[in-house]
């Protein structure tokens, strides 16, 4: 197939009908079922802040071929973009397309002075994972989702060691200036696309210094009940030698009250943060399935 074939088009120049079906046809056969009306694609495109001049759209013949949606923010002075989604219709899987719309929107990002794009793919989707590293991305860690359902019948997370630590709970946004924000996380876990109802937990021990911190959100039924709780963040000050312990109280302080038999779950972890892992798993949080974060920097 050549190059002349695929019609390369901004995503602004497409209706919303257009969009969604690029959406859903670019998403058949994969992982699980990612079929949305116009009003969800309309939604999840606000929610990730693509920016339709950036995305690209490719058409063979009239037929919608595949796509990249590029989400964008200027964070703290780094204009950082995201790979909302890369997707390409079955009739045309294994003849470039993937590689062009890539290359097209790269090109993009550089003539708009962006610093890096960063994106999440399925660990088993080893062809995408391919098709990323060719383009010039690296992989940084993995990003697990860890599930448990039910009440814990014993007290979880014990730690070694009993220190005192002080809660202060707020904003997402609280948690970006600390010199040790993990930056290198997914792009919707991160403080500055978190939404309404997350929760920061900055941990202080007794000199005043900062200890950790965690982001995460609780969900609730119409009637007040607590139905599931979702960690994003849960990262120790790496200067302390109670780093495990640290992470354990956040741990207990985010999941809890432990009698309440509700979802639980830490969404894209980062795998390095061992601490965390090791404490999820000992009280028997599984992986439901995980993805890789990848990164390239544009300058």
């Given at each position: 197939m050549?190059?002349?074939?695929?019609?390369?088009?901004?995503?602004?120049?497409?209706?919303?009908?257009?969009?969604?079906?690029?959406?859903?046809?670019?998403?058949?056969?994969?992982?699980?079922?990612?079929?949305?009306?116009?009003?969800q694609?309309?939604?999840?495109?606000?929610?990730?802040?693509?920016k339709?001049?950036?995305?690209?759209?490719?058409?063979?013949?009239?037929?919608?071929?595949?796509?990249?949606?590029?989400?964008?923010?200027?964070?703290?002075?780094?204009?950082?973009?995201?790979?909302?989604?890369?997707?390409?219709?079955?009739?045309?899987?294994?003849?470039?397309?993937?590689?062009?719309?890539?290359?097209?929107?790269?090109?993009?990002?550089?003539?708009?002075?962006?610093?890096?794009?960063?994106?999440?793919?399925?660990?088993?989707?080893?062809?995408?994972?391919?098709?990323?590293?060719?383009?010039?991305?690296?992989?940084?860690?993995?990003?697990?989702?860890?599930?448990?359902?039910?009440?814990?019948?014993?007290?979880?997370?014990?730690?070694?060691?009993?220190?005192?630590?002080?809660?202060?709970?707020?904003?997402?946004?609280?948690?970006?200036?600390?010199?040790?924000?993990?930056?290198?996380?997914?792009?919707?876990?991160?403080?500055?696309?978190?939404?309404?109802g997350?929760?920061?937990?900055?941990?202080?021990?007794?000199?005043?210094?900062?200890?950790?911190?965690?982001?995460?959100?609780?969900?609730?039924?119409?009637?007040?009940?607590?139905?599931?709780?979702?960690l994003?963040?849960?990262?120790?000050?790496?200067?302390?030698?109670?780093?495990?312990?640290?992470?354990r109280?956040?741990?207990?302080?985010?999941?809890?009250p432990?009698d309440?038999?509700?979802?639980?779950?830490?969404?894209?972890?980062?795998?390095?943060?061992?601490?965390a892992?090791?404490?999820?798993?000992?009280v028997?949080?599984?992986?439901d399935?995980?993805?890789?974060?990848?990164?390239?920097?544009?300058?």
């Open positions: 050549s190059v002349e074939e695929v019609q390369i088009k901004s995503l602004n120049e497409c209706t919303l009908d257009q969009i969604n079906e690029l959406w859903n046809v670019g998403f058949q056969e994969y992982f699980n079922d990612m079929t949305r009306g116009v009003e694609t309309v939604n999840h495109l606000g929610a990730c802040s693509i339709p001049n950036l995305s690209v759209a490719a058409y063979i013949d009239g037929v919608p071929a595949g796509f990249v949606f590029i989400g964008l923010k200027n964070v703290h002075g780094v204009k950082t973009a995201w790979n909302g989604g890369t997707g390409v219709n079955p009739l045309f899987r294994g003849r470039g397309i993937a590689k062009i719309l890539l290359q097209e929107a790269i090109a993009r990002l550089r003539e708009a002075d962006v610093d890096m794009i960063t994106l999440e793919v399925r660990t088993e989707n080893s062809n995408a994972i391919s098709a990323y590293i060719r383009a010039g991305f690296q992989s940084i860690h993995s990003l697990p989702v860890l599930v448990r359902n039910g009440a814990f019948e014993q007290v979880p997370f014990q730690r070694s060691r009993f220190d005192d630590y002080l809660n202060v709970y707020g904003i997402p946004e609280d948690v970006s200036r600390l010199p040790f924000y993990l930056e290198q996380s997914a792009w919707m876990m991160n403080w500055f696309n978190l939404t309404a997350a929760q920061s937990l900055i941990v202080y021990d007794r000199s005043g210094e900062v200890a950790g911190y965690s982001l995460f959100i609780r969900s609730f039924t119409k009637s007040g009940e607590l139905s599931g709780i979702t994003y963040h849960c990262e120790a000050n790496p200067k302390r030698e109670d780093g495990s312990d640290v992470v109280y956040m741990l207990a302080q985010v999941y809890g432990f309440v038999p509700v979802r639980r779950v830490a969404h894209y972890l980062r795998s390095t943060n061992q601490a892992i090791d404490a999820l798993a000992e028997g949080f599984t992986v399935y995980e993805e890789q974060l990848m990164r390239l920097h544009l300058k």
